[in-house]
């Protein structure tokens, strides 16, 4: 006679469920990968680029729209001549 017989299907159910998690975790623990030392956020090289340098970026902001107004300037002078 099977042992599995003996135990009824909620016991049965319940050792399977617990075999099968631990089979789970150790395969997860396999094939985890240790995280990588640089992995902050954010990761994109923008990002970093505009939260680490937040002053370069208003200087280089205002400039730009600096040269966008000073365009439009210019297009309505000729406009009204």
């Known amino acids: 006679m099977n042992p599995n017989e003996k135990r009824s299907l909620i016991e049965q159910r319940s050792i ?5 998690l631990a089979q789970r975790l150790l395969i997860a ?13 954010p990761r994109s090289m923008t990002m970093l680029f505009l939260t680490r340098k937040p002053e370069f970026v208003i200087k280089l902001l205002a400039q730009c729209a600096t040269m ?6 210019c297009r309505s002078k000729k406009n009204d001549e």
Do not use: S
């Open 16 to 20: 399977l469920r617990h075999e099968l």
């Open 29 to 41: 623990a396999k094939i985890a990968q240790p995280p990588a030392k640089d992995t902050v956020y």
């Open 68 to 73: 966008l107004i000073g365009a439009r300037r």
